[in-house]
């Protein structure tokens, strides 16, 4: 077990101290404090148990983050108040997402009414500088001003990266807290720099975002509670950390074992390997799959029997009828169950044409849809599922933030060849 003791202070915080780990190097220790601040330090108080809740918060996040494929620079938790990160180098910059109009929105934007509804979400970028207490920033400011951090110059490209991650960021929390009737307001996140790459970093806790249970912001939970208060009584003290505590039980929950199901069924064995690749792109995006061999013309009593185990386990499922030649596998299950069923043929080239007709002309009055790739088949599959599983949708949307980079690297890599 990897020793954890701490060493030389990096720098400290208003909220928390970074240290450095002697034992892991490229890492730190992001240490919670017993402290609660609003206003760029001008209220602030002890809060006991702080700590603990933020750190169990911020780890929640962070794991929920990293399981969709996002890159953060969190590696565990080390103690009820701590966490292993790796040690980046930060972007002066905080980037604000917000779904609803209210707060320091509404003061600087005067004439726009609380609770006007962004679509796509509004972003917004801030420098971090207390003594000016955090200036917005232009796209254009902060491009020009060409910020050198952890060895790379903030561009254009870079600039694009920080923008759609966040945005993403945002959109896959906002999705887990909806799961559980909570809507995600606004929130702000950091990035830093980790052996020249640029991922979320820092914390997100309660001191980071609006939330509004059932979307009533008489409800809120946040730290607008704080900031909100006339006078600072214990009691009201209580209040807050009993708030920020409800936030960090929620979150347990936001990370469940996916309850859906994606069965391929085969009219032949031989079609095996196309079906494997259907499967390794589901199981890829954290999709439970299972694979099945039954003829609907050689055994429609047993295919109906396979269709019925599933319909009666209560578990949102896709099935994909993978059959060439005649498909009567597709249109059968089609036929007999309300779930969606996709057609992926094993298209083969001297029987090309009349395997897809076969899978495309089905009779009136049934719902299956078509697609050739196997890759195409799990996607569509999880998109499906994806609509009631906040997880799967979040590993889609990380997947299609994960191709926008990828370009996005290999533009500038070829501008600079």
């Known amino acids: 077990m990897a020793d954890l003791t701490p060493g030389k202070l990096v ?190 970093a820092d914390v997100v806790d309660s001191d980071s975002w609006r939330l509004w ?3 009533d912001k008489r409800l809120m939970k946040d730290k607008q509670v704080y900031r909100d208060l006339k006078a600072v009584t214990q009691e009201a003290l209580e209040e807050v950390k009993s708030n920020f505590r409800w936030i960090a039980e929620r979150l347990e929950s936001l990370l469940p074992a996916p309850k859906a199901l994606v069965v391929v069924l085969m009219g032949s064995p031989s079609d095996e390997e196309h079906c494997k690749k259907i499967a390794k792109t589901c199981r890829d995006l954290g999709v439970p799959c299972q694979m099945r061999v039954t003829s609907a013309h050689k055994g429609t009593g047993e295919t109906l029997a396979v269709l019925a185990q599933y319909e009666g386990s209560g578990v949102p499922t896709v099935f994909i009828a993978v059959a060439g030649r005649s498909n009567g596998l597709g249109p059968v299950l089609s036929g007999n169950s309300s779930y969606p069923v996709i057609n992926c043929p094993p298209v083969k080239a001297e029987n090309a044409l009349k395997d897809i007709w076969s899978s495309l002309d089905v009779p009136s009055g049934l719902g299956c849809t078509t697609v050739i790739y196997p890759e195409a088949a799990g996607l569509a599959a999880a998109q499906i599922l994806g609509l009631h599983d906040h997880v799967i949708w979040s590993r889609l949307r990380v997947r299609s933030l994960n191709n926008f980079l990828s370009l996005k690297a290999a533009d500038k890599k070829t501008r600079e060849f």
């Open 213 to 215: 249970p059932s979307g």
């Open 11 to 200: 720098i400290e915080g208003k909220t928390k101290q970074i240290l450095d780990l002697p034992k892991l190097p490229g890492t730190v220790l992001v240490q919670s404090k017993d402290r609660i601040t609003a206003g760029d330090g001008v209220r602030q108080h002890d809060m006991a148990g702080k700590a603990a809740i933020s750190n169990a918060t911020t780890c929640k996040v962070f794991e929920l983050l990293n399981t969709v494929g996002v890159k953060t620079h969190f590696v565990k938790r080390a103690s009820e108040t701590a966490f292993v990160a790796k040690k980046c180098e930060m972007v002066p910059i905080e980037w604000v997402t917000r779904r609803v109009a209210t707060g320091s929105f509404l003061r600087r934007n005067v004439g726009v009414k609380e609770g006007f509804r962004f679509n796509p979400p509004k972003q917004e970028t801030f420098f971090k500088d207390d003594a000016n207490h955090d200036p917005q920033w232009s796209e254009e400011q902060l491009i020009s001003n060409e910020l050198k951090v952890g060895g790379i110059t903030i561009g254009k490209d870079e600039v694009d990266f920080m923008t759609r991650t966040t945005l993403v960021v945002f959109e896959v929390l906002e999705r887990a807290w909806a799961s559980i009737d909570c809507a995600l307001i606004d929130m702000k996140i950091e990035f830093g720099v980790y052996e020249g790459e640029i991922m979320v």
